[in-house]
């Protein structure tokens, strides 16, 4: 068995006649089906067994077709996405009727991006309207920021476009904007105070930007992104001695734990975070031990610990 690789040629023909491929993106890889296939937008989901209540992300090449899919494109949304387009922001806005609702969810608005990947961009360039893309991975398990990863968790099944290592590494920042709050309903690289700059910049000062607290958007569950181990979260105060109790509370018993500090720099523990998950397990650990230092409370860090605060069995 070995990875289907195609060309972006190839890709573009299989996506129009109603195929799922993965694309790299600078985030992780996604999943992607043509928005004007119905028969794509359902593979996506059967694919990665993924209920139809959670909606999927619309890419696009430019800014201009992402105003096409809008009704109600703001002010806001026209600044954010001129400053921060191509990149790992994901913008909420009013659909326009015509969108397929399997994108959607029904909802009547949907989530837009351009990814900052050339390869994504360039296959982007070939198909009309966009394409809907989770990330490349089986519902609620570890997204993906490898080919390697993609074909762990699909083999030969799925087509895959070849992109190297997803730069960033976790899922792009989720933004909503009803009047004049903005809210981040998925935190990620992008955060709530370079949105609140990017703003006062361009002279709307008095926006709001606030981190949404509770799951706003279907899809934003409390367990998501599942490594094949237990993964803990400890202080920089954990001890050996304290191992006992997590079995307890466990209810299984360990022994190879691992003890997981990320790097210092908060751009490189997110590029490194899915892969490492996954290496753990295939090094023969039997649990992973994450340990939280003091200083990663800040905005920076707040990514990588919501996404490792969905992925523990456990926080001590
Ligand atoms: O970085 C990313 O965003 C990656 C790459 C592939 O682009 N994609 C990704 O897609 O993470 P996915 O399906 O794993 O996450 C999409 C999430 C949904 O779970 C939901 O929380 C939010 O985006 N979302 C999408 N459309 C929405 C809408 N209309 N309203 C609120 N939230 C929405
Ligand atoms: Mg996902």
């Known amino acids: 068995m070995t990875k289907k690789i195609v060309t972006i040629e190839t890709a573009a023909a299989l996506l129009k006649s109603g195929e799922v491929v993965a694309m790299p993106t600078e985030t992780v890889y996604g999943l992607a089906g043509w928005i004007n296939s119905d028969e794509g937008l359902r593979k996506i989901f059967s694919t990665k067994e993924r209920p139809f209540f959670d909606p999927l992300i619309v890419h696009v ?32 806005t009013k659909k326009i009727t015509s969108l397929n609702p399997l994108i959607t969810s029904g909802l009547d608005s949907v989530g837009i991006r351009v990814p900052r990947h050339p390869v994504a961009i360039e296959l982007l360039k070939y198909i009309e309207g966009g394409l809907a893309a989770p990330s490349a991975n089986k519902f609620g398990k570890t997204s993906p920021t490898t080919s390697d990863h993609v074909y762990q968790e ?3 099944e799925v087509a895959i476009l070849e992109g190297g290592q997803s730069d960033v590494g976790i899922e792009s920042t989720v933004v909503g904007v009803s009047g004049k709050k903005v809210e981040i309903y998925r935190p990620g690289q992008i955060t709530a105070s370079k949105i609140s700059e990017i703003l006062k910049q361009a002279g709307l000062k008095d926006v709001e930007v606030t981190y949404a607290q509770s799951p706003v958007a279907p899809g934003q569950l409390k367990h998501h992104y599942m490594p094949k181990i237990p993964l803990v979260i400890v202080s920089e105060r954990f001890d050996q001695k304290d191992l006992p109790l997590i079995e307890q509370r ?67």
Do not use: C
Request: charged share 25%; net charge negative.
């Open 61 to 92: 090449s430019d800014i201009v077709k992402a105003r096409t899919l809008s009704s109600d494109w703001t002010d806001i949304h026209e600044i954010l996405g001129l400053a921060l387009w191509p990149g790992p922001l994901t913008l909420i």
């Open 154 to 156: 699909f083999g030969e």
């Open 250 to 316: 466990l209810g299984s018993s360990f022994s190879r734990p691992v003890l997981w500090k990320q790097d210092q720099d908060p751009l490189i523990a997110s590029r490194e975070l899915y892969e490492k998950m996954r290496s753990f397990d295939e090094e023969g650990y039997d649990l992973i031990l994450s340990v939280k230092e003091a200083h990663q409370s800040s905005e920076d860090w707040m990514g990588i610990w919501n996404r490792l605060g969905k992925a523990k069995s456990l926080e001590l």
